[in-house]
């Protein structure tokens, strides 16, 4: 699994993101819960969403993660609000229907083919309320950016673990096959003679190729976002969110 082996460095890393929890809190206000958090990680958003009075169902397949979730759901004693399940987001395999379905930070990018992406959406179709909602962030793919990539590994910053006092030092190497629109991915964390790596791809997918996968999974009243304010999206916007419903 993608994030398995640098599970324990995930909050220093990609767990510090926080500018998109006020989104989610607005939409699980206007569409009420139960909520369902695809690819839940550290639970880093289905926390503040429980600590707002929702009750979260979270699903991911790595056991490291949900480890580590479990962990942050106890410390912040949250356990009775949070359920955490082991299992595929393509085939979520629950019962009962939601208010929010949503899929954070790059999530829907680990899905590499159109079966598969198609295959996840109807699953997840089938779980919303009449009048729930999907929501779906991911990067908005710039062309320019992509083409400026280099595979060698290249230092990124430095990571400090505030709890210890540790640094750890980051390297990443990144690699886009535009032809087929993946992005290859190599990361290296190291600290005091220790090496940690990951090495994943991910899909790169644009806005009308979202909102046809969107519309032949049957979802309705299609919106798209350019950022976390949710201005109007435009094809230079930072990220790509769209918001969905089955009505």
Same mark, same amino acid.
């Given at each position: 699994?993608?994030?398995?082996?640098?599970?324990?460095?995930?909050?220093?890393?990609?767990?510090?993101?926080?500018?998109?929890?006020?989104?989610?809190?607005?939409?699980?206000?206007?569409?009420?819960?139960?909520?369902?958090?695809?690819?839940?990680?550290?639970?880093?958003?289905?926390?503040?969403?429980?600590?707002?009075?929702?009750?979260?169902?979270?699903?991911?397949?790595?056991?490291?993660?949900?480890?580590?979730?479990?962990?942050?759901?106890?410390?912040?004693?949250?356990?009775?609000?949070?359920?955490?399940?082991?299992?595929?987001?393509?085939?979520?395999?629950?019962?009962?229907?939601?208010?929010?379905?949503?899929?954070?930070?790059?999530?829907?990018?680990?899905?590499?083919? *159109?079966?598969? $992406? %198609?295959?996840? +959406?109807? @699953?997840?179709?089938?779980? /919303?309320?009449?009048?729930?909602? &999907? !929501?779906? #962030?991911? *990067?908005?793919? $710039? %062309?320019?950016? +992509?083409? @400026?990539?280099?595979?060698? /590994?290249?230092?990124?910053?430095? &990571? !400090?673990? #505030?709890?210890?006092?540790?640094?750890?030092?980051?390297?990443? @190497?990144?690699?886009?096959? /535009?032809?087929?629109?993946?992005?290859?991915?190599?990361?290296?964390?190291?600290?005091?003679?220790?090496?940690?790596?990951?090495?994943?791809?991910?899909?790169?997918?644009?806005?009308?190729?979202?909102?046809?996968?969107?519309?032949?999974?049957?979802?309705?009243?299609?919106?798209?976002?350019?950022?976390?304010?949710?201005?109007?999206?435009?094809?230079?916007?930072?990220?790509?969110?769209?918001?969905?419903?089955?009505?």
């Amino acid at each position: 699994m993608t994030f398995d082996s640098i599970a324990h460095l995930y909050d220093l890393d990609d767990g510090r993101l926080s500018e998109d929890i006020p989104l989610y809190l607005g939409f699980a206000a206007k569409t009420g819960g139960p909520l369902l958090d695809l690819g839940i990680g550290s639970a880093r958003l289905a926390l503040p969403l429980a600590r707002a009075g929702f009750s979260v169902t979270g699903i991911d397949l790595s056991a490291p993660m949900l480890a580590l979730a479990r962990e942050h759901i106890m410390r912040a004693r949250l356990d009775t609000a949070i359920h955490l399940v082991q299992a595929d987001f393509r085939a979520p395999g629950l019962s009962g229907t939601f208010g929010l379905v949503y899929c954070g930070y790059n999530a829907f990018l680990h899905l590499i083919d *159109e079966a598969e $992406q %198609l295959q996840a +959406l109807r @699953a997840w179709r089938a779980l /919303l309320k009449p009048t729930g909602l &999907l !929501v779906i #962030d991911v *990067e908005n793919p $710039q %062309l320019e950016t +992509l083409a @400026a990539l280099s595979d060698e /590994l290249t230092f990124e910053e430095t &990571l !400090v673990d #505030d709890a210890t006092g540790a640094k750890i030092e980051k390297q990443i @190497a990144a690699w886009a096959d /535009l032809a087929d629109q993946v992005l290859y991915l190599h990361r290296v964390y190291q600290m005091n003679g220790q090496t940690w790596q990951t090495h994943f791809q991910v899909r790169l997918l644009f806005q009308r190729e979202l909102a046809l996968l969107l519309h032949c999974a049957g979802y309705t009243q299609l919106r798209f976002y350019g950022d976390y304010e949710l201005d109007p999206w435009h094809p230079q916007s930072s990220r790509l969110i769209a918001v969905a419903g089955v009505g």
